[in-house]
């Protein structure tokens, strides 16, 4: 019988795959929309996520580490001059089908390390040095937020599980105040709710005692 993932890549692999499903039912010719409140286009914005995803995975992939500084690889896509660079680029000519192929591949690869890499491996991160249980926290922050990002301007329904997002709060926010909707906490925590919009946030990936 095979080994059954531990509850954090558990939690990525489905975080990961309901988007995909989701972004499904974007039309081909819907990504080059602005996404909603970024200044990115929705595949800009999907790339983002395919950056954070495989760049997490990077940070405890190797054997050595990195210390003090993500994987030092150079960004050579940068679609437009005054726009970010990435690292991860879907095929333009392939539509909705290619950007859900590579965030089915990229999430993968996040969802393999975090399942097999050591429970001491620590990788690094400006908003604290974290381990596979922070790595997922991050990747799921990062797809989930950009996800409904990407899908309001679609006008696509999507809220993600919430128990994985009150375990990721738990992991990574744990100082923000928790109601009984860890979805909207979420929300609220990153400056995505009326209240809250505009405000300097970050969460905390340090290792837990």
Same mark, same amino acid.
């Given at each position: 019988m095979p080994t059954e993932?531990?509850?954090p890549a558990t939690d990525v692999r489905d975080t990961v795959q309901a988007v995909i499903d989701r972004f499904a039912l974007i039309p081909d010719d819907g990504w080059e929309r602005?996404?909603?409140d970024l200044d990115w286009s929705c595949r800009e914005t999907a790339a983002h996520i395919l950056d954070d995803l495989g760049g997490y995975a990077m940070q405890l992939s190797g054997e050595r580490g990195h210390g003090d500084s993500y994987t030092p690889l150079v960004e050579p896509m940068q679609p437009r001059p005054d726009g970010p660079p990435f690292m991860f680029w879907p095929e333009e000519d392939g539509g909705t089908r290619a950007i859900c192929e590579c965030l089915d591949a990229v999430g993968g690869l996040l969802i393999a390390v975090v399942a097999t890499a050591p429970a001491d491996r620590i990788g690094w991160h400006p908003y604290g040095n974290p381990d596979a249980t922070g790595l997922a926290a991050m990747g799921i922050t990062e797809t989930v937020l950009h996800a409904w990002d990407i899908l309001r301007t679609h006008e696509v329904g999507y809220r993600p599980d919430e128990a994985?997002?009150?375990r990721v709060l738990d992991r990574i926010f744990p100082a923000v105040t928790r109601t009984d !909707?860890? *979805?909207r906490d979420l929300l609220a925590a990153t400056g995505r709710t009326p209240e809250?919009?505009?405000?300097? *946030?970050? *969460? !905390?990936?340090?290792?837990?005692?």
């Amino acid at each position: 019988m095979p080994t059954e993932l531990p509850q954090p890549a558990t939690d990525v692999r489905d975080t990961v795959q309901a988007v995909i499903d989701r972004f499904a039912l974007i039309p081909d010719d819907g990504w080059e929309r602005p996404a909603a409140d970024l200044d990115w286009s929705c595949r800009e914005t999907a790339a983002h996520i395919l950056d954070d995803l495989g760049g997490y995975a990077m940070q405890l992939s190797g054997e050595r580490g990195h210390g003090d500084s993500y994987t030092p690889l150079v960004e050579p896509m940068q679609p437009r001059p005054d726009g970010p660079p990435f690292m991860f680029w879907p095929e333009e000519d392939g539509g909705t089908r290619a950007i859900c192929e590579c965030l089915d591949a990229v999430g993968g690869l996040l969802i393999a390390v975090v399942a097999t890499a050591p429970a001491d491996r620590i990788g690094w991160h400006p908003y604290g040095n974290p381990d596979a249980t922070g790595l997922a926290a991050m990747g799921i922050t990062e797809t989930v937020l950009h996800a409904w990002d990407i899908l309001r301007t679609h006008e696509v329904g999507y809220r993600p599980d919430e128990a994985v997002v009150g375990r990721v709060l738990d992991r990574i926010f744990p100082a923000v105040t928790r109601t009984d !909707d860890a *979805w909207r906490d979420l929300l609220a925590a990153t400056g995505r709710t009326p209240e809250t919009r505009g405000i300097d *946030w970050r *969460w !905390d990936s340090s290792v837990r005692a």
